[in-house]
């Protein structure tokens, strides 16, 4: 620690090396010589409990999952059964009840499930694409580099909105993994770009070199060294994708190109505009989904900065 | 005297606790003089160089005062040193040669110097054009973006420009470090030129190196874990160091003219202190062969010889050579 | 046999912007005999990093071969790649970034474990690992199952040199290894790889220091500008050279005990940056008409120029190549 010279003051030295993947990692401490050092996962823990914006974050994420879990099993009606119509929030109607008299609260916290539900899957299937292609463009580069590109490039310019009338047209019905497949397929482009370009700059570091001499292959190499070395920008991105899948999803549905099968907020919300809700001022109707939908994907993001800032020794405040 | 600093103590915030990199240290840097500080990664010299113009925000200072020119300079107040930088105390920092913004040429990053500090560019525009003649670049130097020179250029460049404004007091961090031979004779000449010509006054060249400071230096101080262990005349140093940190550091140096089979040179074994918690006492004692009991109290910064300091018991009391008793 | 034979060995890398071609190594040819330290010198741009890439076949050569006891090591892929560098293995300048920060630092051992150690028990492998760090004065307690940046910069080097023995090396290309670290532990490593030659093992140790070249070689190799001006016998080189460049560099080399003496022609000696073929410079090599680097006029070439001069033999073991303007 002491022996090395690169970088002069020492508290850059001083293990602030935060997993960030394109930050080098600084070169020992020679403060802690001679005292253990704080294992990396500790020092993230501390950090992660610190961080305003992560704490907020997540707990209003697990505040509106709870609601999700356990709204359904708590509200006092079903959403299929039939109310007065139109009746505005009450002690018995929680939420009021939407044009053909089904309890709103019932049918919001559904809601709030499916949207969650088409959201994970919309990330996952775009986290699993685009890391795959990502990692294989970024790793092997040259030719099969440049055909994945064009692919990417295809598949960004691609109207997606079209797309979706064009199969939906197709379709007897739509479910949720349906719609949720639809956006993962047509957001992994922005992952696999990331991904690529973070594999360019992590293969060409001396690890992967000292890899190479260990006669490690390719895939060995992706899958061992570098993708853990990107493991919280990863966990970024999959946070991110989680969102912006939601919102996605909120615009499909807003449009009424949802899901056939279940209710979800954005479905919730274009009921409430085609049978003129805003104009009739019941505003109990589109109001409550779009303040949650807003809360659970803002809450997400909220989170991910504070995420990055722990992840990212730079971006800490002193 | 131009440079005074009187004990000078600067810590650093760290999460595993306060670390102290520059403790306690007293020196003086006269008019005209090039003053080496050399120590090991660690040892504070970049810390106390920086700190005499620019604390850092995780700096802290816990006392002592700096003296230049006979003006105190107000360290710890990063505005009031604010109209003092570049214009009386001047520093080239590590990597400078990667500090030049990629997106301006030359001429416009010295404009935007010059006119944050009031100065009227024509007359200095034409006084860089000379500067850079004098260490062989063309004038064509000022129309390039930085990513046109090479590395060694860049750190040339730098060094003009910290010091267009004639600052009283140079501090060049490591200004040698990354360079090929011949380049770094390249710098080491032209700091010794400009000290020669009055561009700047004094010079504090901090490096780990003492064969560059063997050449370009008047007098080496040399650090060890925060203190000051040993400060004479480069020649002195070099020939007659009295310090063991300083003794058994010449000894691992390799020379051009020594080889394997003839000498074998052996360095220093162990590592210094944690400097979060040091040892009280001599730092060196641990690593030291002449260490003794005495050595359980640290050792004064004192004259042994005219224009010799060293912080040693075995120096100031006398302790014969051959090890422990 | 001789162990390693380079034979008209060229690099070209395709400048960033336009269709230029930069020469990094121009018909470079050396042999490295078994149990020789042979020391490749050269200042930034001259090829030395590229040439012990492509003999690791991190890289490829664009023209010339390597052979290895005979072999092409070109045409090597699968099980004959992964024995090659069961012989052959490398350790690179920046200690701390060959190791995988996330993970402890043996793992660089249990990473060679699977390829070449399939059958090997837990415990012969446990005693081999233990027998590896001995031999590279390392305490097993103190490096075992902690985490690189708990590792001095002295300690990640010697693990990563008992991770070569571990394997059967004959060759260890040796890229600055020790540039990075402090004076006071070079020279063991050096003293380190001093024992391990007289053990048998072949080294190509790459630097710009001259004077760790004159240390530690048995035979030096001066590269400039990717092509060999001058080589031979170490001794030989040191107190004859003969070729201009080679003269230059000895006298730009910072000595404890000599100034630097002025230059035999009586103008300074411009640093080689000034009038440079590098990749960065907008200069190409083909038949661009950008301008040169900053400060010179020198115009681009074509490529045919840019052959290398031969090498003629002025003594015994010592040879140079005619100077290029």
Redesign the interface.
């Known amino acids: 620690m002491s022996e090395t010279l690169s970088g002069s003051t020492p508290a850059e030295r001083a293990g602030e090396a935060g997993p960030a993947p394109v930050t080098t990692p600084a070169a020992g401490t020679t403060m802690a010589a001679g005292s253990a050092s704080p294992h990396r996962g500790g020092d993230l823990l501390y950090y992660a409990l610190h961080n305003k914006k992560l704490v907020f974050g997540v707990s209003l994420e697990a505040l509106l999952v709870l609601v999700a879990i356990l709204g359904p099993i708590i509200a006092p009606h079903n959403m299929t059964d039939y109310f007065a119509s139109n009746q505005p929030p009450s002690a018995q109607h929680w939420l009021g009840t939407d044009n053909l008299g089904h309890d709103l609260f019932a049918e919001v916290v559904s809601g709030m499930r499916v949207s969650y539900l088409v959201g994970a899957i919309g990330a996952l299937c775009a986290a699993f694409v685009g890391m795959a292609l990502g990692f294989t463009a970024g790793w092997r580069g040259g030719m099969l580099d440049e055909i994945l590109q064009m692919i990417t490039n295809i598949v960004v310019m691609m109207p997606a909105l079209v797309l979706l009338i064009v199969i939906g047209a197709y379709l007897k019905t739509r479910g949720i993994t349906f719609e949720g497949t639809f956006i993962g397929l047509i957001t992994w482009p922005w992952v696999a770009r990331a991904v690529r370009a973070q594999t360019f700059t992590l293969k060409s570091r001396e690890f992967v070199d000292l890899a190479r001499l260990s006669g490690k292959r390719g895939f060995s190499i992706v899958v061992r060294e570098i993708a853990p070395n990107m493991a919280s920008y990863l966990f970024l991105v999959v946070v991110l994708l989680f969102g912006s899948s939601m919102l996605l999803a909120a615009n499909f549905d807003f449009l009424g190109l949802g899901p056939t099968t279940g209710t979800s907020l954005g479905n919730i919300m274009n009921q409430s505009t085609l049978w003129s809700a805003l104009q009739l001022h019941y505003w109990w109707w589109f109001l409550p989904p779009g303040l949650l939908l807003t809360g659970m994907v803002a809450a997400l993001l909220i989170a991910n900065v504070g995420l990055d800032e722990v992840f990212n020794p730079k971006l800490r405040e002193q | 005297m131009s440079l005074k600093v009187e004990n000078l103590s600067v810590a650093?915030?760290?999460?595993?606790?306060d670390?102290c990199?520059v403790d306690g240290v007293t020196f003086t840097v006269a008019d005209g003089e090039i003053m080496g500080l050399a120590g090991?990664?660690?040892c504070?010299k970049?810390?106390l160089g920086?700190s005499l113009i620019f604390m850092?925000?995780?700096m802290k200072l816990l006392g002592g005062r700096v003296v230049l020119d006979r003006q105190e300079l107000p360290i710890a107040d990063f505005r009031a040193m604010q109209p003092l930088r570049m214009t009386k105390v001047s520093l080239v920092p590590?990597y400078a040669m990667n500090a030049l913004s990629p997106t301006r040429r030359i001429s416009k990053l010295t404009t935007d110097l010059l006119r944050s500090h009031g100065v009227r560019e024509d007359s200095v525009l034409e006084e860089m054009k000379r500067r850079l003649r004098l260490i062989?670049?063309?004038p064509?130097?000022l129309s390039?973006y930085s990513?046109?020179?090479?590395?060694?250029?860049r750190q040339r460049v730098t060094i003009i420009l910290s010091t267009l404004l004639n600052p009283s007091l140079l501090i060049a961090?490591?200004v040698t470090?990354a360079l090929?031979?011949?380049?770094?004779?390249?710098v080491?000449?032209m700091l010794m030129e400009f000290r020669d010509r009055g561009f700047v006054k004094s010079v504090i060249a901090i490096t780990?190196?003492?064969?560059?400071l063997?050449?370009i230096a008047d007098t080496i101080t040399v650090m060890y874990a925060g203190r000051l262990a040993e400060k004479a005349d480069a020649g002195t140093v070099?020939?007659a160091p009295l310090h063991p940190y300083t003794q058994?550091?010449?000894a691992?140096?390799?020379?051009?003219?020594?080889?394997?089979d003839q000498t074998?040179?052996?360095?220093?074994p162990g590592?210094?202190?944690?400097?979060?918690?040091p040892p009280s006492g001599c730092r060196f004692a641990g690593r030291c062969p002449f260490a003794r009991a005495q050595c359980a109290q640290a050792p004064p910064f004192e004259e042994v010889a005219p224009g010799h300091r060293v912080a040693c018991w075995k120096v100031s009391r006398g302790w014969p050579e051959g090890g422990r008793v | 046999m001789s162990t390693l034979q380079i034979d008209q060995v060229s690099k070209l890398f395709r400048a960033s912007a336009g269709g230029g071609l930069t020469p990094a190594l121009r018909g470079v040819s050396f042999d490295i005999g078994q149990g020789e330290v042979v020391t490749l010198i050269g200042e930034s741009g001259s090829g030395k990093t590229t040439l012990g890439k492509i003999i690791l076949r991190l890289t490829a050569a664009s023209s010339g071969k390597v052979m290895f006891e005979g072999d092409d090591i070109s045409v090597f892929s699968g099980k004959r790649l992964r024995e090659y560098y069961r012989h052959v293995q490398g350790v690179f300048q920046d200690p701390f970034s060959s190791y995988n920060p996330i993970y402890r630092a043996d793992r660089v051992f249990e990473l060679i474990r699977g390829v070449y150690f399939p059958h090997t028990g837990q415990r012969a492998w446990d005693a081999k690992i233990e027998s590896a760090l001995l031999a590279v004065a390392l305490n097993p307690g103190d490096v075992l199952g902690k985490y690189p940046h708990q590792l001095s910069g002295g300690q990640q080097q010697r693990l990563l040199i008992a991770r070569a023995l571990l394997l059967d090396v004959k060759l260890l290309v040796a890229d600055e290894i020790i540039s990075m670290l402090d004076a006071s532990t070079r020279v063991d490593i050096l003293n380190l790889l001093i024992g391990l030659k007289r053990s048998g093992l072949a080294i190509l140790f790459v630097t710009h220091d001259l004077s760790l070249g004159h240390y530690v070689s048995d035979r030096t190799i001066i590269l400039r500008r990717g092509a060999i001006v001058e080589m031979g016998d170490t001794i030989k080189v040191f107190s004859h050279p003969q070729h201009p460049y080679t003269r230059d560099l000895l006298a730009a080399v910072p000595e404890l005990h000599k100034k630097w003496q002025p230059a035999a022609g009586g103008a300074a000696i411009p640093p080689d940056d000034v009038d440079v073929l590098t990749a960065a410079a907008p200069a190409r090599a083909g038949h661009g008409q950008a301008p040169g680097p900053a400060g010179t006029d020198r115009p681009p070439q074509p490529m045919a120029m840019l052959e290398p001069p031969p090498l003629v033999e002025y003594e015994k073991d010592h040879f140079v190549a005619a100077a290029e303007s």
Do not use: W
């Open positions: 650093y915030r760290m999460r595993a606790g670390c990199p090991e990664s660690g504070g970049s810390t920086n850092e925000g995780r590590q062989g670049l063309g064509d130097v390039k990513f046109e020179l090479s590395g060694g250029m961090d490591e470090s090929d031979v011949s380049t770094q004779r390249a080491g000449e780990h190196d003492l064969s560059i063997a050449q070099v020939k058994m550091l010449l691992s140096l390799p020379e051009v003219g020594l080889r394997h074998t040179l052996t360095g220093i590592r210094p202190p944690s400097l979060v918690s």
